[in-house]
């Protein structure tokens, strides 16, 4: 079982509506999570953080977490065609002082 | 306001030659790391770095050196470049704790 799991897509969506991407993770004292967003040819830019259970907005993004479920979550309100990259979900674990990357979901917004 | 600098942003080496990859960053920043990317692939950590003087390896760590003299600076070695470096590269900051990491644009890295 990979630690940090993501669906590698290409995730679909038309402008405007609600892209929906998930990541689950396997070490259960995990407190620190990530979403990073990667355009082609450039390097992970951060979009949120969220360290405790619920929902953490920030403009058209929320984060969600469910400790109980390892289960973190990003919502995209109102998709944009710039919106279209790799989105990368990084766990800090329990231990350690590294963040573990998923593999990362390709979201593609179409016009 | 620079962030994470990585020099050079791209290198052409042939197979054999040694390069050193540099990485500076100007935000105290306790935490270094070295990843690399290969196309179509997510990240792989290469070596990591908790403070001055201190370098662990992560999980890709065979054909490289690490060394970090001071907070700013964390240079990556390649010894003996064999295409299967091939690759781009991305160096990493973060303060402490639950801090996130901060990337540099990265270096993109050709094998001939």
């Known amino acids: 079982q990979k630690e940090v799991e993501q669906n590698s897509g290409p995730l679909s969506v038309p402008e405007g509506a609600i892209a929906s991407l998930n990541c689950t993770y396997s070490?259960?004292?995990?407190?620190?999570f990530f979403w990073y967003r990667q355009y082609s040819g450039k390097s992970p830019e951060l979009i949120m953080s969220?360290?405790?259970?619920g929902d953490k907005e920030d403009g058209r993004f929320t984060a969600q977490l469910n400790k109980a479920s390892q289960y973190v979550s990003l919502l995209i309100r109102d998709s944009q065609p710039s919106d279209s990259a790799t989105y990368l979900c990084?766990?800090?674990?329990?231990?350690?002082?590294?963040?573990?990357f998923g593999t990362g979901t390709r979201l593609a917004v179409r016009p | 306001n620079a962030g994470v600098t990585q020099t050079p942003k791209f290198r052409i080496l042939k197979i054999g030659q040694s390069m050193t990859l540099q990485c500076t960053q100007d935000?105290?920043?306790?935490?270094m790391y070295w990843y690399r990317q290969d196309p179509g692939m997510g990240l792989k950590l290469i070596y990591y770095?908790?403070?001055?003087?201190?370098?662990d390896k992560g999980e890709v760590p065979n054909g490289y050196n690490v060394s970090r003299s001071t907070t700013e600076d964390f240079p990556l070695r390649l010894e003996l470049a064999a295409p299967s470096q091939t690759s781009v590269y991305f160096c990493?900051?973060?303060?402490?704790?639950?801090?996130?990491?901060?990337f540099g644009d990265g270096t993109r890295l050709s094998i001939l």
């Open positions: 935000m105290n920043h306790n935490y």
């Open positions: 070490d259960r004292g995990s407190q620190s």
């Open positions: 770095s908790v403070g001055a003087g201190i370098t």
């Open positions: 990493a900051s973060r303060l402490q704790g639950d801090q996130p990491q901060h």
């Open positions: 990084a766990v800090k674990g329990s231990s350690g002082d590294k963040l573990t």
């Open positions: 969220i360290y405790s259970n």
